[in-house]
């Protein structure tokens, strides 16, 4: 029986040690850390806000953007389609030249054929490009969703930061407290 006793009262010590080191106030050196700890927090969220807002920014320039690149773009086939009207006008010209026979009709229906191809080549190559444009604008909203997304998960990783530092500050200002009196 007294190896028993002496058992349980070694084990009862050993369990009060042990909560007693668990439950050591904290220091000054940790309050601070705390404090810094939270205010750092603090300040990662109030970059992630900023850079969640300038990826909305960019998320409303880039729509702008691809907005008037299919406005471009429709202006273009508007072009190209009364450039083919007028390419085709030119042609029925031109042959009607050939069947009146006169040189000067003719050299002037050769020439306001080339100059209707000409324009119509330009209004597909710039068409291509207004294409090409929309494009990359809509490849860079894609990115900058994905921005927005990886900054909100780092905002709400930050906003766990800031709650687990107050309350480990709290914790150790309680502890503290506890102490002095």
Same mark, same amino acid.
């Given at each position: 029986?007294?190896?028993?006793?002496?058992?349980?009262?070694? &084990? &009862?010590?050993?369990?009060? $040690?042990? +909560?007693? *080191?668990?439950?050591?106030? +904290?220091? $000054?050196?940790?309050?601070?850390?705390?404090?810094?700890?939270?205010?750092?927090?603090?300040?990662?969220?109030?970059? /992630?806000?900023?850079?969640?807002?300038?990826?909305?920014?960019?998320?409303?320039?880039?729509?702008?953007?691809?907005?008037?690149?299919?406005?471009?773009?429709?202006?273009?086939?508007? /072009?190209?389609?009364?450039?083919?009207?007028?390419?085709?006008?030119?042609?029925?010209?031109?042959?009607?030249?050939?069947?009146?026979?006169?040189? $000067?009709?003719?050299?002037?229906?050769?020439?306001?054929?080339?100059?209707?191809?000409?324009?119509?080549?330009?209004?597909?190559?710039?068409?291509?490009?207004?294409?090409?444009?929309?494009?990359?604008?809509?490849?860079?909203?894609?990115?900058?969703?994905?921005?927005?997304?990886?900054?909100?998960?780092?905002?709400? +990783?930050?906003?766990?930061?800031?709650?687990?530092?107050?309350?480990?500050?709290?914790?150790? *200002?309680?502890?503290?407290?506890?102490?002095?009196?």
């Amino acid at each position: 029986m007294n190896r028993l006793t002496s058992w349980t009262v070694s &084990a &009862a010590c050993a369990m009060a $040690a042990v +909560a007693g *080191l668990s439950a050591l106030p +904290a220091s $000054a050196q940790a309050v601070r850390e705390d404090v810094q700890d939270l205010r750092q927090d603090r300040g990662d969220v109030r970059q /992630d806000t900023g850079d969640i807002r300038g990826d909305r920014q960019d998320i409303r320039q880039d729509t702008r953007d691809i907005k008037s690149d299919k406005q471009d773009v429709v202006k273009d086939t508007q /072009d190209i389609h009364q450039d083919r009207t007028a390419l085709r006008g030119a042609r029925q010209q031109l042959r009607d030249a050939y069947k009146s026979g006169d040189p $000067a009709a003719v050299k002037a229906a050769r020439e306001n054929l080339q100059k209707t191809r000409s324009s119509l080549r330009s209004d597909l190559k710039e068409r291509r490009g207004d294409l090409r444009d929309l494009h990359h604008d809509r490849q860079d909203r894609r990115a900058d969703v994905r921005d927005l997304h990886h900054d909100k998960q780092d905002r709400r +990783a930050d906003e766990r930061d800031v709650r687990q530092d107050r309350s480990d500050l709290h914790r150790d *200002l309680a502890a503290r407290r506890a102490k002095a009196q």
